[in-house]
């Protein structure tokens, strides 16, 4: 088995994996726009490529873990033009269905292979390999990316037709929101019952109540410190706008889901676009300080 991948976009996301990939046993051919995380993962000894069509030329499957759609279509673009025999190439980002159609096409007609593959997990899980990949599309190429997939992740399933994966990472996304504004509310109304909060983090995590973003999220919200971001409040408003617009096409309601936008944007408003999602605790604060008989955020 040839155990060459790319990976395009060594961000957060794809840094973490490459690094992982790298300590058990893969060749990562590895390009980004940054200099930076050029730098940085090639001392993590991924062999950074010149440019997209280097990665194509290498690597039989290629990773793609980019911020936007305009990203991903220019790298989908440069792999079709790139001349080679056919690729797999496995889309990590998180985009909506359209988008995914259009990249998948563009692939498509140069004779590659796109499978839709978006992670549920944070930048913190994935150094950790505790990610979840919903690959859709072809289940032959699904069943190729297999020991890949396993050496980055804790679990990965396919879920059928190309999308079905990006649905799923809507649903999860969709609770992942929730949670986070949930788990901000409920350690104010802890703070101010006067709980020692670093025991409300110990003692509810593990319990009936605890989620995995209480997990992660409450001890920043404790520490009031946001940063290195696990998940930029400014990337997020990019997955919240996906959600809604999904809950629309397939015309279901989504309530709670809707109360959590505005608590986003605020936090969006009070310039805390580049620290981590937790940061929705400072928003909820000040608004309760500001009117203590409510929580809602009337911003749009």
């Known amino acids: 088995m040839d155990r060459t991948v790319g990976i395009v976009g060594l961000g957060i996301m794809g840094g973490a994996i490459a ?31 010149d440019d997209v069509g280097q990665v194509a030329r290498d690597a039989p499957i290629i990773m793609t873990s980019l911020p936007s759609p305009v990203a991903v279509e220019e790298v989908a673009q440069e792999i079709a033009n790139s001349g080679q025999s056919p690729r797999i190439v496995v889309e990590l980002s998180t985009l909506s269905i359209a988008d995914k159609l259009r990249i998948e096409a563009i692939l498509k007609k140069a004779g590659h292979i796109a499978l839709d593959c978006p992670l549920s ?4 899980q994935a150094k950790n390999r505790d990610l979840v990949v919903y690959a859709s599309g072809d289940n032959d190429a699904i069943a190729k990316c297999a020991d890949l997939f396993s050496d980055f992740a804790k679990q990965s399933a396919a ?3 190309f999308g079905n994966g990006s649905r799923m990472k809507f649903i999860a996304n969709h609770l992942v929101a929730i949670h986070n504004v949930a788990t901000a509310e409920a350690m104010i109304l802890a703070e101010r019952a006067g709980l020692d ?5 110990d003692m509810v995590g593990p319990g009936a109540g605890g989620s995995r973003m209480f997990q992660m999220r409450a001890p920043m919200m404790v520490k009031g410190a946001y940063e290195p971001a696990t998940m930029k409040v400014s990337t997020w408003q990019k997955d919240m706008a996906i959600i809604a617009e999904f809950a629309n096409d397939v015309g279901c309601a989504t309530p709670l889901f809707t109360l959590t936008r505005p608590v986003y944007a605020e936090a969006m408003a009070m310039g805390l676009g580049d620290q981590d999602t937790a940061a929705v605790f400072e928003v909820l604060k000040r608004t309760i300080a500001r009117d203590p008989g409510s929580a809602v955020v009337h911003r749009k």
């Open 197 to 201: 909060p670093k025991m409300v983090v």
């Open 121 to 124: 997990g944070t930048g913190a």
């Open 159 to 161: 879920l059928g037709k």
């Open 19 to 49: 690094h992982n990939l790298v300590d058990r046993g893969w060749r990562v051919v590895g390009f980004d726009i940054t200099t930076a995380r050029r730098a940085e993962l090639a001392l993590a000894n991924v062999v950074i490529a």
